[in-house]
Structure formats: structure tokens, C-alpha cells
């Protein structure tokens, strides 16, 4: 780390970009090339960790009016992301072979 900061001071004083790395997404948008799916750096967006990633997927395709079904059991991030923007839930769904 000393060796980084050393070399690139710079990387102390300001934010990272909101999307994420460009680096990174150049590396990531590569890997989806060799995939055959199309995509650009600036349509991709890195996240922090998967409760981001969830609760931005929610705030950008879930309307205040949407009804939200999940199943159960589930990952409670995805609730927690909901109950904050107040969706209404349906009763979970389990998805246990009956």
C-alpha cells in the first residue's frame, strides 16, 4: 500500500468514480465481450456489495404502486431494501417442492 500511495498520491484526496473503476468495467466489459454480450464501460456500474446492487435495482424498476412477491426462505437484504422505500410485500412464497 505504501508503494501505491507513493506512486499515486493523488488516490488520497478524492472520491472514486460513481460507477465504479473505469479499469475495472474496461476489464468487465472484455469479459462480456468474449461472452457475446454487448456492452459498453459506461453501462456498467460496480457496486460495493450485493445489498447495493439489490437496493438500486429496487429504487430503479420498483413503483410505489408495484406489488413485490418473493419467495422463502430468502436473503434478507432485498426485504430490508423494500420495508426502506415502503413497497408493499405480498406474503412470501415458499419454494419448497410440495
Partial sequence: M???LARHPQIM??????QG?????????????????????ENILV???SQQGLD????????PDDVVVMEAPTYPGPL????????ESLPSLSIMKE
Fill in 47 to 49: 457496486t460495493s456489495g
Fill in 21 to 41: 473503476d473505469l479499469q475495472l468495467r474496461q476489464v468487465i466489459q472484455s469479459f462480456l465481450e468474449k461472452l457475446d454480450v454487448p456492452s459498453t464501460p
Fill in 56 to 63: 438500486l435495482v429496487a429504487r430503479t424498476f420498483i413503483g
Fill in 2 to 4: 505504501q508503494h501505491v
Fill in 80 to 87: 430490508m431494501s423494500l420495508w426502506a422505500e415502503e413497497q
Fill in 13 to 18: 484526496s478524492k472520491y472514486g468514480e460513481i
